[in-house]
């Protein structure tokens, strides 16, 4: 059984004390982030995912290896297209985006909204950014593991067909 990553989406009040405002948290669910085709599908419905979850995946990784860096520089300076490209996917709300898409491929019933999420959603950047990467890395490793069922059907395939494989 695979562990599901997952986001604590807090409710927060601003109150007043010893004359100084502080953020005080009121309430605090935590959920699931899994990836279905129905989150997949809500991605493009709405701008969030272009292609899939691999081109994703690949274009941050891509982004922040020191080698791409330097193929993308001319001079020590990043082009402007591939400055705009770079600032897209790591940016706060790029990564609340796709988190929101596989909080969306959990939920079963009702979910919040993209907005309603991302304001319940409200982490510091590095927290984010491990969490999208994890959710990423974890969907294109569930998708390559090998298929036990498969495999054993193969098995038991060439048994009966007097086949070893």
């Not at 009040?13 to 129905?38: A, M």
């Not at 994890?134 to 193969?154: A, G, H, M, P, V």
Request: charge should be negative; aromatic fraction near 10%.
């Amino acid at each position: 059984m695979t562990k599901l990553q997952s986001v604590e989406l807090k409710e927060y009040e601003i109150v007043e004390v010893d004359g100084e405002f502080e953020r005080k948290e009121i309430s605090s669910e935590k959920h699931p982030l899994y990836f279905t085709n129905r989150s997949l599908l809500v991605g493009k419905q709405y701008g969030i995912l272009e292609k899939g979850l691999e081109q994703e995946l690949f274009s941050f990784l891509a982004v922040i290896d020191p080698n791409s860096i330097k193929e993308i520089t001319k001079g020590g300076e990043i082009e402007t297209d591939q400055l705009v490209s770079i600032t897209k996917l790591i940016s706060l709300d790029h990564m609340k985006d796709i988190i929101w898409l596989a909080y969306v491929g959990a939920k079963t019933g009702e979910c919040l909204d993209n907005e309603e999420f991302k304001e319940l959603y409200d982490e510091d950047f590095q927290t984010i950014m491990s969490v999208y990467m994890s959710i990423l890395t974890s969907n294109f490793e569930n998708q390559n593991k090998q298929n036990k069922f498969k495999e054993d059907l193969n098995k038991s395939l060439g048994k009966i067909n007097g086949l070893k494989k």
